[in-house]
């Protein structure tokens, strides 16, 4: 297992600081600052614009907790004519204004801290060809952020594929083969039934008796291509159906409906929760009809009528970002507090979630927790509970989020957050 | 012993028997009774292990129990004891054999285990204790389909059209099986088939098909089936309303044309066919191919109930057509006056003003008559600015159908606007005032004529009685008037505060505008450059000079008076609008990109709080051909 390392480059921010002080008299705008508090007018195209420079070869130092996670990008004339034409604000700086921020994010007492950003990571998203009738909170975000990314799906999983790739986001899908347990609502749906004889096919094609075996393949892959130093980002259900797939490696947990024959009735003594990358002692919903997969999520499916949505909020923790810069870079934000949102899986359950899993926010005062991270291997995953940041019940067939609605959504930022700190310069670390 | 006490003794001995038969036949029965009971609490309780053991005890006494045998079954197959279950099955098919059903269920759990190969052994030696018969075919079937062999429940289903010798057999399920395993060509031919036996099922084959024509593989694979099928059979009817659908779908209408045309012929139709296609077409905005059979149909159903509506509709889409090859529409509709023809020599629109007029000749009591003079109305003064023609249509209109008001009220609003290009504001404040009637104006066309007469006021002058005008209509801010109406009302009120000579001058020449008098309006517009340098109004007066030569197609004079403007007046509050007008001006008049992006991007270095921001970045955008 390896921590993302830490940033070495406290020389390299130094040199910068020390050549910026000299550079003061000089041309007037030496660096560009974005900032990211409430002065930013789009922030989710911010994190576009950072990608774009990183994909210009142009270094991109991300300045963890000052304003809110402002980024700044060296002061060439392409990068505000880029930030103009997304709508994105920023602050021209002189060499002397840009070295002051620097030595304020470098102060030993300023729980701030500078990382560099140095590649364009390329990004993969698990995703079914068909298109599905509801929308994905990530592709949704990338798409708007302009942020480049391949489709891939089981095909290019099982054939290591993944290895090309330095991030990998799993669209909302169901690790558990169970196709997402909408079969009481939507068994004769027309995309239902063809979802399921696509899957089935897939799994034919790939050598597997069931879908449900080849999901179990897949999920091994994934885990691997973490161990081997990937990252993972999942959301909604694709987060507790890819545990329940590991646990499950050795069991049948689908019924009839699902995969031709019932589930294993001693499915739930064996699980092996070893296998799993965040939950353990997690019990499985046997109801194949009941739209939800086990215990993990909280409050389950068919209980989100008892949430008030004008009350549901979740906090975002504050991590040390001078020792802890990974937590640090995932959890920054313009807002502590978020508004919540459902999902088919909303939020963990905290007594379920392995001690070795870092939780990044939580409902106060309850056993809800919304964001968690974790290593395994040379890589970490991250796994964000609920469907849509800025609609609070998505159902299937609802029409997708316009984001140019929702620029400055906290929501939709700590996804983005999870696109960029693969590019960050890995360093040693202090502990 | 007697004989009689051997007897007595036998007969007791009998008695006894039969008593305690009928004693403890009932309490068996009871005790396997509670047996049953407590193997389905177990069951439902989840402990399926704990209820086989019952059910097997209970199956060793009363073998023949259909509802034991299907709890037993049920739970073996929850355990996934697979073996079990078969050797359950085999027994009792050992005592009946012929049990279609039986033999349906065992092939099934032998699909469960997934021993494909038994499987289908077990349901081909159901198919062949009654091979000629149907509903062995749709009992297999179902088990096949059950347990997700989709491809065998095909193969099953077209051996069973054979074997019971009707070819339709099964087409319903056939098609839905292809449908599912998106082999949407095959899934067609299953339709058509059914289309054949059943003519009167167009409609269900058509949602059946619907299922896969919102994708565009199926909506292709589909199509090019029912061509096959049409091309060989060209007589059959329904391949041909289904071939004319599928065409509807996928918007192609020339295609459509010819079909629903012969369908409309063969079924002796007189025209309604087609008639309804070119409506629908024309609602489509597919104005070529609904020309095309309103032609047809006014040339051969001349006596057609419908035809008045068909010589309209024909009208429409003459009009329809020249409109798209206007190139005054270079600019948008939305450019302020901007879309003028450029002659009044322009030949366009002649044809539909002339089926218009033979619409009001043919049949002057129908509403299709004031429909087709407002039109003409529109088309003198809108294209060709022939300001007296566009009069005499209007006050014919107005004349001769006044039991028509929906029609008279837009009737009225455009004679106002004729009345003021022809310089005649009095009887265009006559007009303005019969739509607008007394304030509040509620609806659309009410406030709109409200707004107009506040803009004669303003044109002459009279800033006291335009603002009061305008104070009436800002009440309502969720209509569009209201937000023409501040805006004017600010203008004013800015441009009156150190006397209002130059306004009166600005007013005159927007007149001149409005009246399209563009070389007059340019003039005047710079004659106040000169006369009033130093007022508030010069920027905005170069934006109308501007406007004014993008509207005569003089795009380089244009472009140098919002350079000017951007030079001079770097601090004006419409440099926005300017630079948004010079970016149009290079991107469509001069084509000039480098340019156009330059100006655009100057809008979004001076003025990142403009409304035309996102305007601007949309075009670079477009202009430099990002994928977005």
């Known amino acids: 297992m390896r921590e993302m390392q830490r940033l070495s480059g406290r020389l390299v921010i130094a040199a910068v600081f020390v050549l910026l002080a000299f550079c003061q008299a000089a041309a007037p705008a030496q660096k560009i600052l974005i900032p990211m508090d409430l002065k930013q007018t789009d922030h989710l195209k911010a994190y576009g614009i950072a990608y774009w420079a990183l994909t210009k070869n142009i270094e991109v130092d ?143 094609e790939l050598g597997f008796k069931k879908v449900s075996d080849m999901k179990k ?24 159906t890819y545990d329940i797939a590991l646990a499950a490696k050795n069991t049948d947990i689908c019924d009839v409906m699902y995969d031709g024959d019932p589930q294993d009735p001693d499915a739930q003594k064996r699980l092996d929760f070893s296998q799993c990358l965040a939950f353990e002692n997690f019990t499985l919903e046997k109801n194949p009809l009941r739209y939800e997969y086990s215990d993990i999520d909280i409050p389950a499916s068919d209980m989100v009528a008892t949430l008030n949505p004008e009350t549901d909020y979740f906090t975002l923790f504050e991590f040390s970002a001078k020792y802890d810069p990974v937590p640090t870079m995932l959890t920054q934000n313009h807002a502590n507090i978020i508004k919540g949102f459902l999902g088919q899986t909303t939020n963990f359950k905290k007594s379920l979630i392995k001690k070795s899993v870092t939780i990044l926010a939580e409902k106060d005062g309850t056993e809800e927790v919304r964001y968690i991270h974790g290593n395994f291997g040379r890589g970490t995953f991250t796994f964000y509970g609920g469907h849509d940041p800025e609609d609070y019940q998505h159902a299937v067939g609802d029409p997708p989020t316009d984001l140019a609605l929702h620029k400055n959504s906290p929501g939709y930022r700590l996804i983005l957050n999870n696109i960029l700190f693969p590019a960050a310069k890995k360093k040693q670390q202090k502990t | 012993m007697t004989m009689p006490s051997r007897l007595t003794r036998t007969l007791s001995a009998i008695l006894f028997a039969l008593l305690f038969a009928a004693h403890s036949a009932p ?73 279609i059903n039986l033999l349906g269920q065992l092939g099934s759990i032998y699909a469960q285990n997934a ?193 008045p509506q068909t010589k309209f509709g024909y009208a429409r889409t003459l009009e329809e057509i020249d409109l798209a090859k206007d190139t005054i529409m270079l600019f948008g509709l939305a450019a302020a006056g901007g879309s003028r023809p450029e002659t009044e020599g322009n030949p366009a629109y002649a044809g539909a003003i002339a089926a218009y007029q033979k619409v009001v000749v043919e049949f002057p009591s129908l509403e299709v008559a004031p429909r087709s003079l407002l039109r003409i109305a529109e088309i003198q003064y809108e294209r060709y600015g022939d300001l007296d023609a566009s009069k005499a249509s209007l006050e014919n209109l107005i004349a001769r159908y006044a039991a028509v ?97 130059a306004i009166k001058e600005f007013a005159q020449a927007a007149l001149l505008q409005r009246q399209r008098k563009l070389s007059e309006a340019a003039g005047r517009f710079e004659s106040i450059l000169k006369t009033y340098a130093g007022t508030p109004l010069i920027d905005e007066t170069l934006i109308q000079i501007g406007a004014a030569y993008t509207q005569m197609r003089r795009y380089k004079e244009a472009a140098s008076m919002f350079e000017r403007l951007a030079a001079e007046y770097p601090e004006s509050i419409v440099l926005d609008q300017s630079l948004i007008q010079l970016g149009q001006i290079y991107a469509l008049g001069l084509k000039d990109v480098p340019r156009a992006i330059a100006a655009y991007q100057q809008l979004l270095e001076k003025f990142p709080n403009s409304i035309y921001v996102s305007e601007a970045r949309k075009h670079i955008r477009e202009l430099r051909g990002d994928t977005l």
Request: with cysteine.
């Open chain 1, 62 to 204: 991300w300045l963890l907790n000052y304003r809110s996670g402002s980024f700044m990008i060296d002061g060439l004339a392409s990068v505000s004519a880029e930030c103009r034409v997304r709508g994105v604000a920023f602050e021209e700086l002189t060499g002397a204004a840009a070295a002051t921020i620097y030595s304020v994010v470098q102060a030993e007492d300023n729980n701030m801290d500078a990382v560099r950003l140095e590649k364009a990571p390329k990004i993969a998203v698990y995703v079914t060809p068909n298109a599905l009738p509801w929308d994905d909170a990530v592709t949704l975000v990338m798409d708007y952020a302009e942020i480049p990314y391949d489709k891939i799906w089981d095909t290019e999983v099982l054939a290591d594929k993944l290895n090309d790739y330095d991030w990998l986001h799993l669209h909302h899908e169901d690790f558990t083969g169970q196709y997402g347990k909408f079969y009481a609502s939507f068994s004769t749906a027309p995309w239902y039934v063809e979802q399921q004889v696509m899957y089935e096919k897939k799994a034919k």
């Open chain 1, 217 to 240: 393949a897949v999920v091994e892959k994934v885990k691997s291509y973490i161990g081997a130093g990937g990252f993972m980002f999942a959301m909604c259900s694709a987060t507790d």
């Open chain 2, 27 to 99: 309490a068996q029965r009871k005790d396997q009774d509670i047996k049953f009971r407590l193997a389905q609490s177990y069951e439902r309780s989840g402990d399926y292990t704990a209820a086989v053991a019952i059910y097997k005890e209970l199956y060793l006494h009363d073998s023949t129990n259909v509802v034991l045998v299907e709890s037993l079954k049920r739970d073996l197959l929850q355990l996934k004891r697979y073996d079990e279950a078969i050797i359950l099955f085999q027994s009792i098919l050992r005592r009946t054999p012929g049990d």
């Open chain 2, 115 to 307: 021993d494909q190969k038994k499987a289908t052994e077990t349901w081909e030696r159901a198919v062949s204790m009654e091979p000629k018969t149907e509903t062995t075919y749709r009992f297999v079937g179902s088990w096949a389909v059950q347990s997700r062999m989709f491809e065998y429940a095909i193969a099953l289903y077209k051996r069973g059209r054979t074997a019971c010798g009707d070819p339709q057999l099964f087409t319903s399920d056939i098609g839905y099986l292809y449908g599912i395993m998106l082999n949407y060509a095959d899934a067609t031919k299953e339709y058509l088939s059914l289309l054949t036996k059943s003519p009167g099922q167009l409609n269900f084959v058509q949602s059946r098909i619907a299922t896969y024509t919102g994708k565009a593989e199926g909506l292709a694979a589909a199509t090019a089936s029912v061509q096959q099928a049409a091309k060989a059979e060209p007589a059959n009817m329904e391949y041909q309303k289904l071939l004319a659908w599928l065409y509807m779908e996928a918007k192609d209408f020339a295609k459509a044309y010819d079909v629903y045309k012969w369908i409309d012929e063969k079924t002796a139709a007189g025209g309604k066919e087609l008639f309804a296609f070119a409506e629908r077409t024309l609602r489509e905005k597919g104005y070529a191919v609904a020309s095309k059979a309103y032609a047809s149909l006014i040339s051969s159903y001349p006596n057609a109930e419908f035809l």
């Open chain 2, 405 to 501: 008001p929906q029609i008279i009220v837009d009737a009225r609003l455009l004679l106002a606007e004729v009345s003021v290009a022809r310089g005649d504001v009095d009887r265009a404040a006559v007009q303005y005032d019969a739509v607008a009637g007394k304030a509040p104006y509620i609806g659309e066309q009410r406030e709109r004529a409200a707004y107009r007469l506040a803009e004669l006021d303003y044109f002459a002058g009279r800033f006291k009685e335009c603002l009061t005008k305008l104070a009436d209509l800002t009440r309502n801010p969720t209509s569009d008037a209201a937000n023409d109406a501040l805006g004017l009302q600010i203008f004013i009120q800015e441009n009156t505060a150190s006397g209002d000579a």
